[in-house]
């Protein structure tokens, strides 16, 4: 049993957090992502008091849910939209400017779970506010040194120019953060994972937040209803394949 389990998500709010606490170690991290949740910690204490000036008074009247464990429980909140933004692993949009810029010049290449660290790193950089906390990250390494966490990568020579990492359960991807240091390199990172984690048995990713940068590379709302019985249904994505490819092949 987890503090997640005595969630009821359908009753939960959609457009705000559905809980407030608990703890951030690796085994909670993926317990919530199996139950369709995802943390947004607060950047400081400023960040908390505002979480609880906001919905204090849902938590009170038990609208949102406060979990056991932590000194504070407003500086980890839980979130599980109602709809959720997913993409079919193949459906990630380039456009037909990419896709020819990577077929005729673009020499990039692109790998998985060869660089998760580096891609965590420059995903947390100059974010503000700062969500990608120390305590996150630690547990975010636990679980991709377990298999679970996954990160794409793109490559410029010896460069790191693009990013994306998330948590994969059962056939779902959920897709936390991404970064670009060329016009374009975190497009091509999604598609790429995209397309490794399809090959391993995959069949969903999700985007978490909807809006219209996820619209343009795919996304389209699917009720969480829906989302939560794909996270519990099919088979079990394998390990992905992190071999180094050229770019050019997903123009």
């Given at each position: ?39 947004l910690?607060?950047?400081?204490l ?40 997913v ?64 990160s ?20 779902v991807l ?55 019985g794909?996270?519990?249904g099919?088979?079990?994505a ?14």
């Amino acid at each position: 049993m987890t503090a997640f389990d005595a969630l009821d998500l359908r009753l939960a709010p959609g457009d705000g957090p559905v809980a407030f606490g608990g703890t951030l170690g690796a085994e909670e991290l993926l317990a919530a992502y199996r139950r369709g949740l995802f943390p947004l910690p607060a950047a400081d204490l400023y960040a908390s008091a505002y979480n609880e000036a906001v919905y204090g008074g849902d938590v009170e009247a038990g609208r949102v849910a406060l979990l056991p464990g932590g000194p504070d429980p407003y500086a980890l909140a839980w979130w599980s939209p109602d709809p959720r933004p997913v993409i079919a692993p193949d459906g990630v949009r380039l456009g037909g400017r990419l896709a020819r810029r990577l077929r005729n010049r673009l020499g990039w290449r692109t790998s998985a779970d060869r660089a998760f660290g580096q891609v965590l790193a420059a995903c947390a950089e100059g974010r503000q506010p700062v969500w990608l906390t120390e305590e996150l990250a630690a547990a975010l390494v636990r679980l991709h040194e377990l298999g679970v966490a996954h990160s794409g990568e793109v490559w410029e020579g010896e460069e790191l120019v693009g990013g994306v990492f998330g948590v994969a359960v059962g056939p779902v991807l959920s897709l936390d953060s991404m970064f670009h240091r060329r016009p374009d390199a975190a497009r091509v990172a999604v598609a790429d994972l995209g397309a490794r984690f399809g090959a391993a048995g995959g069949r969903l990713l999700d985007a978490q937040w909807d809006g219209p940068h996820v619209r343009s590379l795919g996304a389209v709302p699917m009720a969480r209803s829906r989302y939560l019985g794909e996270l519990s249904g099919g088979a079990v994505a394998g390990a992905l394949d992190g071999t180094l490819l050229p770019a050019a092949r997903l123009g």
